[in-house]
């Protein structure tokens, strides 16, 4: 009978505990569901990359780091952090967008280093690396800095020597990769360069073929740019001023009259007179 009620009793507890367990996972749930914020969500992770533990580097440092998410919430911001102490008693904190960042620093020697990555729902900070920073400047013989590509396609500063490699650093417009690193220069026939005029003018070098464009190369001395691009000589025409006379209106009524009395005092006979009147003035 006593085990009977012992067993009674644990069974009661145990359908009360797991009654509870339940109404509180039914709570979470309802609230995530609610809200749309999972509490049970696991944290993110990060690894450092570069500079590499221990390495030696020089101005400007690249720290480069990775971020993962089990659940795929997307990274909202870094915080680089940097101290000359791996107790991090008095570090500078740099908050920036992705997994990259660059900064000159000012004294050589030992630093240690860290990122806390952050997203809408949690953080993580990741192990400290320590790297040695030589503030020597290195640079090539153009002003490249060391591991930097030259201003000069396809120039790139490895550790002090400028070397091509257009495979990092490109080309130029006019500019084609080639496997060995540098670029070969396009040009059309006679030698003019992919994009340029050439000393003939008005000949331009456009994808390997030469075209007259007088409008952008120009004409040689001496010659007019034409409409359709090539160059000529315009030929001069001269105007021809035509002065037209206004032709001479016939006699009016009163001109007429005029002519008649003339033909009065020019003593003629009166009929040769008469005709010649009615004539002008009814001609």
């Known amino acids: ?50 500079p590499r533990d221990s390495g030696a580097v020089n101005n400007p440092v690249t720290f480069v780091w990775n ?20 107790g991090f008693f008095s570090p500078v904190n740099y908050k920036v967008q992705g997994e990259s960042f660059k900064i000159r620093l000012d004294e050589g020697g030992e630093y240690w280093w860290r990122v806390q990555v952050v997203n809408e729902f949690g953080s993580k900070i990741s192990d400290a690396n320590r ?8 640079v090539c013989s153009d002003g490249t800095d060391y591991f930097e590509c030259s201003r000069n396609k396809p120039l790139y500063c490895d550790s002090g020597v400028l070397k091509d490699n257009c495979q990092k650093c490109g080309c130029d417009a006019e500019g084609l990769c080639q496997p060995d690193g540098s670029c070969l220069t ?6 003019t360069v992919y994009g340029s005029c050439s000393n003939n003018r008005p000949n331009y070098c456009f ?22 691009g090539k ?32 033909w009065v005092f020019t003593g003629k006979p009166l009929y040769k007179q008469a005709y010649k009147f009615f004539y002008f003035v009814y001609k």
């Open 131 to 138: 790297f040695f920073l030589n503030t020597e400047e290195k």
């Open 186 to 191: 396009r040009r059309c026939s006679e030698g």
């Open 1 to 50: 009978m006593v085990i009977e009620k012992k067993v009674f009793v644990f069974f009661t507890v145990f359908l009360l505990g797991m009654t509870l367990v339940s109404a509180f996972s039914f709570a979470e749930t309802f609230n995530n569901f609610m809200t749309g914020y999972a509490t049970n969500n696991r944290e993110p992770s990060v690894t450092l990359n570069a």
């Open 231 to 262: 160059c000529g000589v315009v030929e001069e025409v001269e105007e021809e001023i035509i002065v037209l006379e206004p032709e001479k209106d016939e006699l009016t009524f009163l001109e007429k009259v005029a002519s008649f009395f003339k």
């Open 67 to 86: 971020y993962f998410d089990a659940e795929g919430d997307e990274l909202e911001y870094s915080i680089v952090q940097i101290d000359d102490h791996r």
């Open 207 to 228: 994808q390997g073929e030469l075209k007259e464009v007088c409008s952008l190369c120009g004409c040689p001395e001496g010659l007019d740019c034409m409409t359709y």
